[in-house]
């Protein structure tokens, strides 16, 4: 058997801002979650003329497509925090029981689109706010 996950088994979960998420998001599709870590220069003289370089603080975002559907729970909560400028709780584990980040975030982006022949999406992009824990597999 092949040691890999899916992503349709991957979770998106939402709550209130300062709880810990545990409401599944279920109308999202193709999730993305970006880990980045900006850069010091620790170059000295004694590198041999090669740049060094360490991180240091780290950024977490996750974007994803949502069907446009008002009266979904989830689409509501996520709608409401970007109309509000308010925080919501994501948890964006790669399956159930996995690892990812818990903690609150900002919606930075609520973009509709409105395909001929499609249903009406909407595309979010979350900010971390507020680092809570890194579910599962270590990490702080």
Do not use: H
């Not at 991957?10 to 999730?31: F, H, I, Q």
């Not at 004694?46 to 994803?64: D, H, I, K, M, Y």
């Not at 948890?91 to 990812?100: A, F, I, N, S």
């Amino acid at each position: 058997m092949a040691n890999f996950v899916l992503g349709m088994n991957a979770k998106l979960y939402y709550g209130a801002a300062g709880s810990t998420p545990s409401t599944e998001m279920t109308n999202v599709r193709n999730v993305t979650l970006n880990l980045e870590a900006g850069e010091a220069d620790v170059t000295t003289r004694a590198n041999q003329g090669w740049r060094a370089t360490a991180p240091t603080l780290r950024e977490c975002s996750v974007e994803f497509e949502m069907i446009w559907d008002p009266s979904d729970a989830g689409f509501a909560a996520v709608k409401n925090a970007y109309l509000t400028n308010g925080l919501i709780a994501l948890k964006v584990l790669d399956k159930e029981g996995g690892q990812g980040p818990d903690g609150d975030f900002s919606i930075m982006s609520f973009t509709r689109s409105e395909e001929l022949e499609e249903a009406i999406t909407v595309s979010v992009t979350a900010k971390l706010a507020v680092f809570r824990n890194w579910v599962g597999g270590g990490g702080s």
